[in-house]
């Protein structure tokens, strides 16, 4: 007999505590083993280390020295990535902001799992990137790109360029959920 009460995750999804855009993990649904049933996500608020020590926006309760998602909207991927302001607008250099995502990409990149998810695509980061300073949005684009590339490369943590936030909330709670879902198999092989 199906069933539509919500399914309840037997894990939480801790949220850092400074996250200012949170996902809420709302209106997913369990796969078909439970029945496509509506999910109940649990999360929690903590801290997931600060400068020098951050590890991302997202992760799970008692596995956040394990995995570890950054979180990035267009905006803040440019900002960080070429040591922007917050808001682009305001044409302001933030000394040590890429610095300091650099810093939490070497703490990513310790992690068993990990990935910066992005609020855009690629395609858009790049199309949509603002002239700044004195630097015009094809200078910026190519210094985008070949950042981003090079983190990849340098850092071993792969970024996701989502089409919108909600494919990228969806995508963060499935990278989780699959390291949660793998983890659970571990133990069961080795008996614990």
């Known amino acids: 007999m199906l069933t539509t009460e ?3 995750l037997a894990w939480t999804i801790v949220v850092d505590s400074a ?10 649904h369990a796969d078909a083993d439970q029945q496509n049933r509506p999910l109940i996500v649990p999360t929690a608020w ?9 590890k991302g926006d997202y992760s799970i309760l008692g596995m956040t020295d394990r995995v570890g998602v950054e979180r990035k909207s267009m ?4 900002g960080t990535v070429l040591g922007w302001e917050s808001d682009y607008q305001t044409q302001r250099e933030l000394p040590g902001r890429r610095q300091r995502f ?3 990409l070497e703490n990513l990149a310790k992690l068993e799992a990990s990935m910066v998810v992005v609020e855009a695509t690629f ?3 790049l199309r949509l990137i603002p002239q700044w300073g004195k630097k015009d949005t094809k200078t910026n684009a190519k210094i985008f790109l070949r950042s981003v590339l ?3 490369q340098d850092y071993k943590v792969p970024w996701l360029f989502c089409d919108g936030r909600r494919l990228a909330e969806v995508a963060t ?4 959920e699959r390291f949660w879902r793998k983890d659970l198999e571990r133990r069961k092989k080795a008996g614990g």
């Open 6 to 8: 919500p399914y309840k």
């Open 19 to 28: 996250e200012s855009q949170p996902f809420t993990f709302q209106n997913l």
């Open 46 to 54: 903590q801290s997931l280390g600060r400068h020098p020590h951050s």
């Open 75 to 78: 905006d803040d991927a440019w």
């Open 102 to 104: 650099e810093k939490e």
């Open 123 to 125: 395609n858009d980061c």
């Open 150 to 152: 090079a983190y990849m």
């Open 173 to 176: 709670f499935r990278f989780l």
